[in-house]
């Protein structure tokens, strides 16, 4: 799908001065990711396109992490017997980690002794209180915290976590994986993809009657591995990443990404990817997501478990096909101008730099 899900991968890297660094991502997919980079099927040459490091004098090397089961999240044993390059990965030098996943035992395991730097992305909502505890107690050991979305800092502040090392790092993609379309859309034709707990299918179902009601052709496809019954006119499918853009997204009138109020932005990789290939979104304005979609010119915003206001939305951009086209190039313009996996690895190496 659109987004590396749940799982382990890594990468090393080096400074400029020529101190190692270690950058672990938390990724089910990355078994031979540069290998389907190279064919094609995947964007950008590492998740997330931390492969991106490399522009800025740093050398990025995969290294495998196996997923993390709570005693190793407590005893940091997640990273025993890990390499990278053919090295043990212990050693003195800074390590980065995706997300807390991945942060949390390497903290446990190696906080003291070497600056991490970790993203945070689920323990800044509400979650199992066994994992939030562990964050809480081991991310105060981090070199440096970046976040995705700007309503987690008052969070991790509110925990004592603040100053020039945690940071917002807005989010990128990989603009020549999903680049802007060329075919024509299909009137009426909806797309929603994502597969995480906070997609509110439930909203979305519930707006796709009054939409099919004044567009009796239209078309609702769900790219998701979730149950999604939306009445007629609607389909799921599960499509790997070539599929979404060359079957989905070319062809598609309008994007959805229905949210549940989330504060780590969920949905912003499906969000971004669209507005890349040139695609009006209309998403659910949960905290930070404006930093991002700019309401009304890249995009639409409406208010959480709204159906009556993502009806009205998909509606309006399907009764009005140039409003629809001109906001999708002004979102794709923006996504290239501030969002892109370029500027994303240009801010965390900078944050490497410092805690190296």
Known sequence: MSTPGPGAAGVATTTPGGTPVQVAVASAHTAGWPQRHAAGLVPDRFPYGLDRLAEHGL???????GPANPVERVSGRLL????????????????????ERIGVPALASA????????????????????????????LPRAAGLFVLSRAQLPVLGSWGLDGPHVRYVPQGVDTGFWAPRTADPLPGAVVSVGNDRHR???TLAAA??????AHPGATLTVATHRPVDAGEGSRTVQLDHVALRDELYATASVAVV?????????????????????LPVVTTRTPGMDDY????????????????????????LLEDPQRAAEMGRRGSARVRERFSTARMAADLAGLLREVA
């Open 59 to 65: 050398a990025p090397e995969l290294l495998g992490v």
């Open 258 to 278: 229905p949210l549940v109020p989330n504060l780590h932005c969920s949905g912003l990789t499906a969000t971004l990817e669209a507005m890349a290939v040139g």
């Open 111 to 138: 906080g003291r002794r070497r600056p991490v730097v970790s993203g945070v992305v689920w323990c800044t909502d509400d979650g199992p209180r066994a994992a939030r505890a562990l964050a809480r107690r081991f």
């Open 293 to 316: 979609v700019a309401d009304g010119e890249t995009g639409l915003l409406v208010p959480p478990g709204d159906a009556a206001a993502l009806a009205a939305a998909v509606r309006g």
């Open 200 to 202: 509110d299918y439930a």
């Open 208 to 213: 796709w009657a009054p939409v099919r009601a």
């Open 80 to 99: 025993d017997g890990m390499r990278f390059g053919g090295r043990s990965w212990a050693g003195a030098c800074p390590l980065l980690t995706w997300e």
